[in-house]
């Protein structure tokens, strides 16, 4: 189970201290992690309310144990029946890996002797040495190609960068212009950048309304609420991020973050 050294400062417990105005019931929240570490698994179907507050030993605290979790959004309400804590599974995903690889075996276990070589390691007490082909002076495509191979290497010794200053302005004009041409022009950007940069901004569409309630509804409770205020304030900035001004490719982490900092900014507004 992964609790965040934030966690007694985020606005989410501090709302729940707030409804129940008592400091020690986030113990009760992190009594219910602790149940879906050891059931592996975040969705109960079956629970009922009475169930939920002996798990979480919620006692004689006001409001009930399922209202006040529904309504700080660490608990979800399922439907006919039951409860799912929120993300408890994003925030865990490591955790459930392990316990899956486990269900195959697991890692494979290490050799008694690591050091120790297999017989068909061993190195061959005469190993054959390759021999390099030797080549046919009977074939005239085998000498040329070796001709043109050493010719290659001349000339390209002979346009190094050493001795580039002292050729003629023309040429040294056309290396010059070849070489910027490899490395994608003046500005550094190579034309693998500016296909990519593309792609990009043409996989990215703009959500609806409808899209963007539906996403922050199953974030938190009352979440949705945020969802036109939202969009008016990307559609001001024209979907460009505020801290380096690139288009926005994820919306949804945009929505997110929007959503977290208005309920907080709420909360700390609250008397």
């Known amino acids: 189970m992964i609790v965040t050294p934030s966690f007694f400062d985020h606005w989410k417990t501090r709302l729940l201290v707030q409804i129940t105005k008592d400091e020690s019931t986030p113990l009760c929240l992190q009594r219910l992690w602790a149940y879906c570490q050891e059931c592996r698994r975040h969705e109960f179907h079956k629970m009922t ?11 004689n605290r006001k409001p009930s144990c399922r209202a006040a ?72 495509d085998q000498i040329d190609k070796k001709d043109q191979t050493d010719q290659t290497g001349r000339q390209a010794a002979i346009v190094s960068p050493a001795t580039s200053d002292a050729l003629p302005p023309v040429i040294r004009a056309g290396l010059d212009s070849l070489k910027a041409s490899l490395v994608g022009g003046t500005d550094g950007r190579t034309d693998s950048d500016g296909i990519a940069s593309n792609k990009r901004s043409l996989t990215f569409t703009v959500p609806t309304l409808a899209q963007v309630r539906q996403f922050l509804s199953l974030q938190f409770h009352g979440a949705d609420q945020f969802a036109q205020p939202f969009l008016k304030a990307m559609q001001k900035s024209g979907w460009k991020s505020k801290k380096d001004g690139r288009q926005v490719q994820r919306w949804q982490d945009m929505a997110r973050a929007y959503a977290n900092a208005a309920a907080k900014n709420r909360l700390n507004q609250s008397p």
Request: hydrophobic share 20%; with cysteine.
């Open 49 to 59: 309310s009475t169930q939920l507050d002996s798990i979480c030993h919620w006692g």
């Open 69 to 140: 979790l529904v309504k700080s959004g660490f608990v979800e309400q399922m439907k006919p029946t039951g409860f799912r804590v929120h993300q408890w599974d994003e925030y865990n995903s490591k955790l459930l890996a392990n316990w899956e690889n486990g269900k195959s075996g697991g890692r494979p276990p290490k050799s008694e002797n690591p050091h120790k070589t297999s017989e068909s390691q061993k190195p061959n007490d005469n190993p054959t040495v390759t021999q390099p082909k030797p080549i046919d002076q009977t074939r005239p």
